[in-house]
């Protein structure tokens, strides 16, 4: 069983900063890319920031220069620093990591329970 929990989500005044983890849990091999999504109200899910193993990292156009993606992998757990948040940052937080559970295992996508962010302004 593998679980990804989050937290560190909020509510924040518009140019405020916060700070998102997540932690892998359980029977866990590998894990591959991870990454955080983010799904606003009425709207699709989309990808904010995603970091490979190896930390190559990889970012959504409206969030570059303000979010930084990070990981420790000795602690299967991957952060988002999210500096200078406007309103439309207001979403449910989502990580997601590819995991493998064993060698002769494919790797899955696993998801968090999600965090919500609420940035007022």
């Known amino acids: 069983q593998v679980q990804l929990v989050e937290s560190g989500g909020g509510l924040v005044q518009a140019g405020g900063s916060l700070r998102l983890s997540c932690a892998a849990s359980?029977?866990?091999?590998?894990?591959?890319?991870m990454g955080w999504y983010r799904q606003a109200p009425g709207k699709q899910r989309e990808l904010v920031a995603a970091?490979?193993?190896?930390?190559?990292?990889n970012y959504a156009d409206s969030v570059k220069g303000r979010f930084t993606i990070s990981r420790d992998n000795a602690k299967n757990t991957v952060y988002l620093q999210m500096n200078s948040l406007k309103p439309e940052d207001t979403a449910v937080y989502y990580c997601?990591?590819?995991?493998?559970?064993?060698?002769?295992?494919?790797?899955?996508?696993?998801w968090g329970q999600g965090t919500p962010v609420t940035v007022s302004s």
């Open positions: 997601a990591a590819e995991i493998r559970i064993a060698p002769e295992h494919y790797e899955y996508d696993y």
């Open positions: 970091i490979t193993s190896g930390g190559r990292t």
């Open positions: 359980g029977s866990i091999f590998s894990i591959n890319a």
